[in-house]
């Protein structure tokens, strides 16, 4: 009895929750809007989620609120002459149900331009400015981007002549008759900062408990520290070098927080002072992942940033999968911080790794037969930013191959470049990002007395262009086309690396097994003396690639749902030899949809390939395991 009285007492509470739920149902609706979207709309708007639980009261005093949001992004791209308006309406739903409708009717008008720009500073420290250079004073759409671009522009450039504190404010002046908007920028540069002495401290981060005690001091020799900055004593503070030395020192990646602030003196001179907040300097990782050709496995990683207070790292991996295990041990350091370069906007990070690597793979033109390689490697990186979007790597790879009982020494170097203008790196959804790479290498016989070259020495050349634009709603477009070519003959453990095929290729084909090829036939005699024939296929040693993939992204837009996309891909890759004349070209293609599921900066992809034939469209074609790919991050 007393179990039926519970379950009665609980479906009670559930039915009067549920009518709570539904106490005042409303629906908005917009009309005459052409610019944005109404999923650009509804973001700006920003209803909360317990809106429904509302009094009618609330509620409309919260969509009033929002008006006043979503007037203030379409004046944002210039959108002055915009008229709003909202529309509540009282719908009958039952008798004793009443829904309430938003409809907010939108006259968007004619966008305004720029007219001009001026900048207006006292005469003792004016400087001159080109107002032509400025964003402002070109004749295009109004955006508040483009000022606050302005702004910044005019506060580097007196902070580069030493005045550190300059302020800059703007007043916009509307023409409502020609549509026209001018801009005058009011500069407060205060005085130049001339160097004195420079002072540092360090502190270690707090556990968000211990907040209000006193920080213990951090790792970073202090003394060292004060040494990396440049500008000696009397010298005027060029801002340009004030803020790169900030930048520089985030850069290593060590400090959650770097201030630098300057005092003014009795004698005109003003002391720097460096406070930075270091991360914890050590950190451990283990996890589970999935490779396409080393299957399933786990990963164990640790290493320590501030060895000796100097930056030194010192770190550790091992990886254990199904057909691969690697150990490796690792050293890196902002080698060069760079401070003296000033063109240089980011530390100039040296870095080192040995590993140990034993696995076993299917080779590209032999998916029945096994290729083990034992490997010792040591690789060196020297990375840096030569802009805020532009990247350099220069990487020398060295290694020791024991592989199917062929020993070989390998020696490769490789300098790549990315010029990067997307606004996320890791989930980009508007931009462009180009990276070149060019490299050299050969190989020696493994003979550790006399090694003999084999072959000759070869280069190559890639590039891979992406490109990322919106297209409506929440519909992202993404378009990726890259090419390579051997210039030089190499042996084929050289050459596969153009081969195509694979998640991160062309889906639904096993990797690499995209190539340029041709058949022979040997000869050879078995244990009974006897001749036999034996097809071989002889793969290019100097590949040439192009491959295009294409992406149309929809992100669910619903807000519990919007770390999950839906994916429909088509890749296409053709691989050629230099020469065409013996080797046979190759081109495969697919087309295909996918899951993608965004984590932090991890990105977990699975797709399927459900076309690989299209000689005829119309036909369907089997299930098949192999046309999966699944990675974790975007294929491009």
Not at 302 to 322: C, L, V
Not at 383 to 395: A, H, M, P, S, V
Not at 480 to 508: K, L, M, P, T, W
Not at 602 to 615: H, M, P, S, V
Request: aromatic residues 14%; contains cysteine.
């Amino acid at each position: 009895m007393m179990k039926r009285i519970l379950i009665f007492l609980a479906c009670l509470i559930g039915i009067c929750l549920a009518d709570e739920g539904i106490k005042h149902p409303w629906y908005m609706e917009f009309r005459g809007n052409n610019v944005f979207s109404k999923f650009q709309i509804e973001e700006q708007v920003d209803i909360p989620d317990e809106f429904g639980q509302l009094d009618t009261t609330k509620q409309d005093f919260l969509m009033r609120l929002s008006i006043e949001n979503l007037k203030a992004l379409y004046y944002s791209r210039g959108y002055f002459s915009l008229e709003m308006t909202l529309d509540i309406r009282r719908e009958h739903i039952k008798m004793d149900s009443i829904q309430r409708g938003y409809i907010i009717f939108i006259n968007e008008g004619e966008r305004y331009r720029f007219s001009g720009a001026k900048i207006i500073a006292p005469d003792s420290n004016n400087i001159k400015i080109k107002t032509s250079s400025l964003e402002t004073s070109q004749d295009h759409y109004y955006t508040q981007d483009d000022i606050s671009k302005d702004m910044q522009t005019i506060i580097d450039v007196y902070r580069q002549e030493g005045f550190l504190h300059t302020q800059v404010t703007s007043v916009e002046r509307i023409d409502t008759v020609h549509k026209k908007i001018s801009v005058e920028f009011n500069v407060n540069a205060g005085a130049k900062v001339v160097m004195g002495n420079f002072k540092s401290k360090t502190a270690r981060a707090q556990d968000r408990g211990n907040r209000n005690e006193t920080p213990e001091a951090g790792l970073s020799d202090t003394a060292w520290l004060s040494t990396l900055w440049r500008i000696p004593k009397g010298e005027t503070i060029d801002g340009k070098q004030y803020n790169s030395f900030k930048n520089k020192l985030f850069s290593t990646q060590l400090f959650t927080q770097i201030r630098l602030e300057d005092s003014l003196r009795a004698d005109g001179l003003s002391d720097v002072h460096l406070s930075v907040t270091e991360r914890i300097p050590g950190d451990a990782r283990y996890g589970f992942f999935f490779e396409e050709i080393y299957g399933f496995g786990a990963q164990a990683y640790a290493r320590h940033k501030n060895f000796f207070g100097r930056f030194n790292e010192f770190s550790t991996n091992f990886q254990i999968a199904q057909h691969k295990q690697e150990i490796s041990a690792g050293y890196a350091n902002p080698l060069l911080f760079g401070t003296s370069f000033t063109i240089i906007p980011t530390a100039i990070r040296f870095e080192d790794r040995l590993t140990f690597n034993h696995e076993k793979i299917n080779p590209p033109a032999y998916p029945d037969s096994i290729e083990e390689r034992y490997e010792v490697i040591n690789r060196g990186d020297l990375t840096f930013g030569i802009t805020q979007n532009i990247r350099f790597r220069g990487t020398l790879d060295t290694r020791y191959v024991d592989k199917n009982a062929l020993r070989l020494f390998k020696l490769k170097s490789e300098i790549a470049l990315t010029f990067d203008y997307t606004d996320d790196y890791f989930n980009p959804t508007k931009g462009i990002r180009i990276a070149p790479t060019t490299g050299v290498g050969t190989n020696l016989t493994g003979d550790l007395d006399s090694p003999r070259m084999i072959g000759h020495p070869y280069t190559y050349a890639a590039a891979t262009a992406n490109l990322y634009f919106p297209l409506f709603w929440t519909f992202y477009g993404a378009l990726s086309g890259s090419c390579g070519r051997f210039f030089n003959e190499a042996i084929e453990d050289d050459a596969r690396v153009f081969y195509q095929g694979g998640s991160r290729s062309v889906r639904g084909y096993r990797f690499r097994s995209i190539y340029a090829s041709y058949t022979s036939t040997e000869t050879s005699t078995d244990k009974n003396g006897n001749e036999v024939e034996k097809e071989v296929i002889n793969t290019g040693l100097t590949p040439q690639y192009l491959r295009f993939n294409q992406e149309i992204r929809w992100t669910i837009p619903v807000r519990s749902w919007r770390k999950w996309q839906i994916v429909q891909f088509f890749d296409w890759a053709k691989v050629t030899d230099a020469d065409d004349g013996l080797y046979k070209e190759e081109s495969d293609a697919s087309f295909g949809f996918g899951l993608r599921y965004r984590w932090q900066f991890l990105t977990f992809r699975l797709d399927y390939a459900f076309k690989k034939k299209f000689e005829d469209m119309s036909l369907a074609e089997p299930f098949a395991w192999g046309r999966f790919a699944f990675d974790l991050s975007h294929t491009f």
